[in-house]
């Protein structure tokens, strides 16, 4: 279940945390623009076992909130302010050298392009073999031996000559294998897997897809898992947090965020889902516009300039007061100055739309 | 791989005949004469024809290409209907009627001073190069950036005849801390330490415009490498910093320049000219520019080939190394 407070109602008494907590998460790189605000204040709970998508476009600051938790981010000279809560230890207060020794056994990932992931001048095998070896002490041939095994579990055929294969002589969905084999080879409580089928051929998406969901089973590993298709979030996770403009701007069980989404912008998220089952909608409601640059961003809701809506909301209140993350109902957070019945209309509206075009 | 080194082989081969041909024809096609240029001023057409005739000038071209490259693999004999004729063994690379020598007697003289010079020179600028560059990557934006950045800027703005000509100046003639260089024949087996003595000062200058550039290469090379994908993944690993520093940034990111660096080194292994003037050491460059002044075509065209030959060689040793180094550039 999702649990989120606002950066206010903090210090929560109770000793028992959720595995998985992020409190007021905030990430910024001073660059030569100017502070480029990739985060800010993102507050999310997880419960172990279960599996979490972060949704939004290119730009909303959901790889930045991943590799925050994973502490890659401070290596890339980015500031990070706010707590990261794994398994009743926080993260973002430690010492480099102790998140290093979290990272790969503890917590682990699988990146968006598997073509650039992995070391082009080391044979697959040797890069898993160096994984497990960075946080375990046993020998060579042991490592290489549950390499081989980890090789044949994720569906690498002939695994026993690939082992020493170098990356470029496997294609792309081997390649992700390989990725998914070496970020699970020291069982991992979380896995974060960010964009890990965009970069991949259609077919080999929904196998890459059902291989994580397996493993996740098998493993029982918790799972964010990053995307920018909602269409790949309905069989795979249990909540979904939408994610704009650096923000959480809605989140929820996933079938209150399918069957219900409240917030504009993941309405225009759903309706861009290109579906076959379905004909096109005869008005068809793209997101208009680009994301906003996070070095300037909108002063009151960062998703105005692009929100079919706003001019809906008495004052103006969309274009110079920060919409706050409010619940609207139990298991389900939105950001929007709109009011709960307008937004429920408009989203009973737009999903009928959608509907009516498959009749 | 086997197939891939006979087609370069093979390839070198042919680039070699090519080279050959055109530094013979291009130097055939001088305006100067020179038959002419053997006597001096009072100089009668008769001796000239004479001359012309024992240099083996009076026949065609192609002809005289053919000999040339007979030479090479065969030896041959010049002035043969002359009292004293001259044999020339293989490979014989010419020979040079105004110095009476053999064109690869001189260059197997000068060569060692060139390559002496050209190796102490390329280790001192690859290690200070190499060195800095990475420091300068690990330390990016920081003091140690900027300073290293800045010696690699006055390093790149000045010419090495000002370096070498204030290094002599000073070091020798003004605070006389070593000796006026002077190269002895078995150097550097004999007289080590008049070896480094005189070898200093000419690595330091040949090595500071490179080790500029090199600085500059290794720190741009290993910062593109530290924003890789492949970074990451062994940062997210938990492999300590100074694995992901040594084993995967730097193995990707140096092993394009030392690679390519084999070319800077074969290059100079042609003669550094300006050097080895300034500091008056008998190598390569040095031959080279008294051939040019005295017009010894023999003696010219031959060191053309060798420094040429040396290139062509580099360039397929390079490719080789790089496809020992680099998994994904091997080939069949």
Redesign the interface.
């Known amino acids: 279940m999702i649990d989120v407070e606002e950066r206010e109602g903090r210090a929560r008494s109770s000793p028992e945390r959720p595995f998985l907590s992020i409190e007021n998460l905030s990430v910024s790189f001073n660059t030569e623009d100017g502070v480029v605000q990739a985060i800010d204040g993102v507050t999310l709970t997880l419960e172990r076992g279960k599996t979490l998508a972060v949704v939004g476009e290119s730009g909303s600051g959901k790889s930045v909130t991943a590799q925050a938790i994973m502490g890659l981010v401070k290596s890339m000279g980015g500031h990070v302010s706010g707590e990261i809560w794994l398994d009743g230890q926080e993260l973002n207060g430690l010492e480099s050298d102790e998140v290093q020794a979290l990272r790969g056994s503890e917590m682990a990932m699988i990146f968006q392009d598997p073509m650039s992931s992995l070391h082009p001048f080391y044979r697959i095998g040797d890069q898993i073999v160096e994984a497990i070896l960075a946080h375990r002490k046993i020998g060579k041939a042991a490592a290489r031996k549950e390499t081989l095994e980890m090789l044949k579990h994720v569906g690498i055929p002939a695994a026993e000559r690939r082992i020493d294969a170098y990356p470029h002589q496997l294609s792309g969905g081997m390649r992700q294998r390989v990725m998914i084999g070496m970020a699970l080879i020291n069982s991992p409580q979380l896995l974060i897997a960010d964009e890990p089928t965009t970069a991949l051929d259609v077919t080999v998406q929904a196998q890459i897809l059902e291989l994580i969901s397996t493993l996740k089973e098998e493993f029982g590993t918790t799972v964010i898992l990053i995307t920018h298709d909602l269409g790949i979030v309905a069989d795979v996770a249990d909540d979904v947090a939408v994610m704009y403009g650096g923000r959480l701007v809605e989140v929820g069980s996933t079938s209150v965020i399918y069957d219900g989404p409240e917030m504009p912008y993941t309405l225009g998220l759903l309706s861009s889902i290109p579906r076959m089952d379905r004909e096109l909608p005869k008005r068809l409601d793209p997101i208009r516009g680009n994301p906003p640059s996070p070095i300037n961003l909108p002063p009151g809701c960062v998703f105005q300039p692009r929100c079919n809506y706003s001019d809906r909301v008495r004052d103006g209140a969309c274009l110079s007061v920060r919409p706050e993350l409010l619940p609207t109902a139990p298991d389900h957070l939105v950001r929007c100055h709109l009011p709960a019945e307008e937004r429920r209309q408009i989203s009973e509206d737009v999903r009928r739309i959608l509907a009516g075009a498959s009749q | 791989m086997a197939g891939y080194i006979v087609r370069r082989t093979l390839g070198m081969g042919l680039l070699l005949f090519l080279l050959s041909l055109t530094v013979f024809f291009l130097f055939s096609l001088m305006p100067a004469d020179p038959a002419r240029l053997t006597c001096g001023k009072a100089c009668s057409p008769a001796v000239i024809e004479a001359n012309r005739h024992h240099l083996e000038l009076d026949i065609p071209p192609i002809e005289q290409y053919q000999r040339f490259v007979g030479g090479i693999f065969f030896g041959r004999t010049f002035s043969q209907d002359s009292p004293r004729p001259i044999e020339c063994e293989a490979p014989c690379l010419g020979y040079s009627f105004l110095r009476n020598q053999e064109v690869l007697t001189m260059i197997a003289r000068a060569a060692p001073v060139t390559f002496w010079l050209a190796i102490g020179g390329f280790a001192t600028w690859m290690v200070v190069g190499l060195t800095f560059g990475i420091v300068a990557a690990l330390k990016r934006g920081r003091w140690q950036d900027r300073t290293v950045m800045g010696i690699a800027l006055v390093g790149y703005s000045l010419p090495s005849f000002f370096i070498g000509l204030v290094l002599y100046f000073f070091v020798i003639l003004f605070l006389h801390l070593l000796p006026n260089p002077q190269w002895k024949s078995g150097m550097p087996f004999k007289e080590l330490g008049g070896f480094f003595q005189t070898m200093l000062l000419p690595w330091i200058t040949i090595a500071t415009l490179n080790a500029a550039f090199y600085m500059r290469l290794t720190r741009n090379q290993v910062l593109e490498v530290f924003g890789?994908?492949?970074i990451?993944?062994?940062?997210?690993?938990?492999?300590?910093?100074r694995?992901v520093v040594i084993k995967?940034a730097l193995?990707?990111g140096l092993?394009p320049i030392v690679t390519a660096a084999g070319l800077d080194l074969a290059y100079l292994l042609g003669g550094a000219i300006i050097t080895e003037n300034i500091f008056n050491l008998p190598g390569l460059g040095s031959l080279a520019i008294g051939s040019v002044l005295a017009s010894d075509l023999p003696l010219i065209s031959g060191i053309t080939l060798v420094a040429a030959s040396l290139i062509i060689f580099a360039n397929l040793v390079v490719d080789l190394l790089y496809a020992v180094?680099?998994?994904?550039v091997r080939v069949g």
């Not at chain 2, 990451?232 to 910093?241: H, I, Q, W």
């Open positions: 890789e994908d492949y990451r993944t062994a940062r997210a690993k938990g492999l300590r910093e694995t995967h193995r990707a092993t180094v680099d998994p994904r």
